[in-house]
C-alpha cells in the first residue's frame, strides 16, 4: 500500500490551497491505484508547534507524529499559498524543521494558490529550487490555481493541469519503494573505525 | 547514588526585576551556590565551560581550584570540559593539578560545544567535532596514564618524549563522563573506555534519554566492562520548588517565558510534559525523578540545574535548602530500594585506587 502525505499550508478556513490539494491528492491517489493512504496535514493545525521546534529544537508530540509521516510517506504534495512572490512562511519553516535527508529521492508534486496568475512562476523560482535542495525527486508538472481558475464555466485547464501532475506523481511513486526510515540513535560505525579516523571524520550534523 | 548541582553560568537578565547581574556577582554566585551544596549534603558540583558571552565559567580548574579549598566533601566535577577546542595536553595538567589540590574530589565530563563561532577561536572545526572528541580523549587517556608519551595525530602537534604535569595524584587518572544528547558515537566512545555517560535530560525529550542509555549499557557490556546495568550512568534535570505547586508554577513561570534556549515558545506546561523539567512541590520533584529510573535503569548520578534564566541567588539558595532538606534524602532512600548488589556506585578516587591497588596485588 501506497502512502500520500498531503502538506496544505492554506490559512483560511475554508482554503483555496486545501482545495487544491485535495484535488491533486484524489488525482494522483487515483493514478496509483486502490488502497492508495492519503494523509492531509493543515499546517494551520500546527502552526504553533512548529514555532516550537524552530525555538527548541525539537517536536511536541503532535507534530512529530506529522513529521514521521512525512518520513514514511512514498510521495508528497505540497501546497502553498502565495505570498510577497513566495512561498507562504509557515510552509517554509514546516520544511525547515522537517529532519536533514527526509525528501532525498522522495516524490514531491508541488502546489500553489493566489488571487490572480501573475503569481504562478512562484512555483518555478522559489518552491522548485528549495525541493531540488532537499534532493526530492519533483514531478515536472507544478500546478497553480489563481480564484478565476474555481469560477464555474471556465476553461479545463486547471483540470487538465491536476490530472496530468497526479500522473506524473503516480509514475514517480510507482517506480520506487517505500522509504526506510533510518534511526537517528542507530549506532553506524565502531569505535576502532572512529579512532581510525574513518568514521563521519567530517560532517555537516552538527547535533550534540 | 550521588546528588548534586550542575550549572552552566549564564549571565541573565532576572525578567521580574529588569536586572543584569554583573560578571562579577555571576561569578561569586556560583561559588556561593556551590558551598552551599556541600552544606546542604549534596554530593557533586559540577560547572560548565564557556568561552562566549552570555556565559562567564571560561576557566573551570580556577573557580573548582577555589572551590576546593573551600569544602571537604563535595565532588567536583564538570558539565561540560570542551574535549574538541582545549587542548588535551592542558586538560590533562589542569585536571591533575585539581586533584592534587582536591585530595582527589574531581572527576570530568567531556562534552563536544555546539557554538560554531568558538571553534575557529581555538584553531578547530565544528564540523570536525565527532573526530575531535576522538583523538583529543584517546591522547589525554594516553597523558595520565603514561608517563612519557610519543605522539602524533591529525589535531595537534606532535608530542615527542613529552610528561604531563603533575602526575595524577597518587597515578590515578580522573573518573571521566562523556555526555551527549543524541550523538550515539559519543555512547559508543563511553563504552568503549568503561567511562560514565551522562545525558544532560533537560530542555529535550526523554526518548532521547533513554535511546543513549540503552545504546550505552549495551555496547559497556559488548566491551567486557561489566553487565548493561553496571554500567555508569549520569542524568541531569531541571525543577523549581516551592512548598505549595501553585506558588511554584507562579513564581518561576516569567522565568521559564523568558528563559534562554526554550523561552518564548512552548507552554511551560508543554514543555513540563515533553521534558523532564518539574516546576511543583518537593513531592512531584521526588515524584518525577523517581520515575527517572524507569526509563534508564539504576543509575548513578543525578544532578538538578537550579540557576539559570535569571533567577537571582536568593532564591537558588531556598532552591538548595529544599533540594537538600526535603527531596534528596528521600530520594537516596527511595532509589537504594530495589537496587541490585551488583549495580556499582559512581567511582571516586578512594575507589578508583582501591581497585588500582588491587590489581597491582593480584
Not at chain 1, 130 to 156: I, K, N, Q, R
Amino acid at each position: 500500500m501506497k502512502r500520500l502525505v498531503v502538506i496544505a499550508a492554506g490559512l483560511s478556513q475554508p482554503s483555496s490551497t486545501r482545495l487544491l490539494a485535495d484535488r491533486l491528492a484524489a488525482a494522483a491517489a487515483r493514478e496509483i491505484g486502490t488502497g492508495t493512504e492519503v494523509r492531509v496535514v493543515e499546517l494551520r493545525d500546527h502552526a504553533h508547534d512548529i514555532t516550537d521546534h524552530l525555538l527548541t529544537g525539537f517536536p511536541a508530540p503532535e507534530l512529530k507524529d506529522v513529521l514521521d509521516a512525512v518520513a514514511a510517506a512514498d510521495g508528497v504534495i505540497a501546497v502553498s499559498p502565495i505570498f510577497n512572490a513566495s512561498y507562504s512562511g509557515l510552509f517554509k519553516s514546516f520544511f525547515d524543521v522537517l529532519g536533514d535527508d527526509v525528501l532525498t529521492d522522495k516524490p514531491v508534486l508541488l502546489g500553489a494558490t493566489g488571487g490572480t496568475a501573475r503569481h504562478s512562476l512562484a512555483l518555478e523560482h522559489a518552491l522548485r529550487p528549495m525541493f531540488t535542495y532537499l534532493h526530492a525527486v519533483v514531478a515536472p508538472t507544478s500546478v497553480f490555481a489563481a480564484t478565476e481558475d474555481w469560477a464555474g464555466g471556465g476553461d479545463a485547464t486547471l483540470h487538465r493541469r491536476i490530472d496530468r501532475a497526479g500522473r506524473e506523481l503516480a509514475d514517480l511513486v510507482g517506480r520506487r519503494e517505500s522509504p526506510v526510515v533510518a534511526d537517528p540513535f542507530a549506532l553506524t560505525t565502531t569505535f576502532d573505525a572512529l579512532l581510525s579516523g574513518q568514521g563521519r571524520a567530517v560532517t555537516n550534523d552538527l547535533r550534540l | 547514588m550521588q546528588f548534586g548541582v550542575f550549572t552552566v553560568g549564564d549571565v541573565t537578565q532576572d525578567p521580574t526585576t529588569g536586572r543584569v547581574p554583573t560578571d562579577a556577582e555571576r561569578v561569586k554566585a556560583m561559588v556561593t551556590i556551590a558551598l552551599k551544596a556541600e552544606e546542604v549534603g549534596l554530593d557533586v558540583f559540577a560547572l560548565g565551560e564557556h568561552h562566549n558571552p552570555p556565559f562567564v565559567p571560561s576557566s573551570p580548574t580556577t573557580m573548582l581550584g577555589w572551590i576546593a579549598a573551600k569544602t571537604s566533601r563535595l565532588q567536583l566535577s564538570t558539565a561540560t570540559t570542551l574535549i574538541t577546542t582545549n587542548d588535551p595536553v592542558k586538560i590533562a595538567e589542569d585536571y591533575a593539578m585539581l586533584q592534587h589540590l582536591a585530595d582527589g574530589r574531581v572527576d570530568l565530563m567531556m562534552g563536544r560545544g555546539n557554538t560554531g563561532p568558538v571553534y575557529p577561536w581555538f584553531g578547530q572545526d565544528i564540523r570536525n567535532g565527532i573526530a575531535l572528541a576522538v583523538e583529543n580523549y584517546a591522547l589525554l587517556r594516553r597523558l595520565w596514564r603514561e608517563d612519557v608519551v610519543d605522539w602524533e595525530g591529525k589535531f595537534r602537534t606532535p608530542l615527542q618524549g613529552f610528561t604531563a604535569t603533575p602526575r595524577p595524584l597518587d597515578g590515578v587518572p580522573p573518573f571521566v563522563w562523556h555526555g551527549s544528547i543524541r550523538s550515539p558515537e559519543i555512547a559508543e566512545q563511553a563504552a568503549y573506555y568503561g567511562d560514565g555517560f551522562f545525558a544532560n535530560h533537560i530542555f529535550w525529550p526523554k526518548e532521547h534519554t533513554q535511546r543513549m542509555i540503552g545504546l550505552y549499557r549495551q555496547r559497556f557490556e559488548h566491551y567486557g566492562h561489566g553487565g548493561a546495568d553496571q554500567a555508569i550512568v549520569g542524568l541531569g534535570g531541571q525543577v523549581f520548588m516551592r512548598k505549595n505547586s501553585q506558588d511554584a508554577k507562579r513564581e518561576f513561570r516569567p522565568y521559564f517565558d523568558n528563559a534562554p534556549v526554550y523561552g518564548h515558545g512552548p507552554s511551560m506546561e508543554d514543555f513540563t510534559a515533553q521534558t523532564p523539567l518539574t516546576v511543583g512541590s518537593p513531592q512531584e520533584v521526588i515524584d518525577r525523578t523517581l520515575s527517572f529510573r524507569e526509563y534508564v535503569g539504576d543509575y548513578q548520578r543525578q544532578l538538578f540545574l537550579l540557576d539559570h534564566a535569571g533567577l537571582p541567588l536568593k532564591t537558588v539558595l531556598e532552591q538548595l535548602d529544599i533540594l537538600g532538606e526535603e527531596v534528596v534524602p528521600v530520594l537516596r532512600k527511595e532509589f537504594a530500594v530495589g537496587r541490585p548488589a551488583h549495580v556499582p556506585d559512581a567511582p571516586t578516587h578512594a575507589s578508583l585506587k582501591a581497585a588500582q591497588t588491587e590489581k597491582v596485588d593480584a
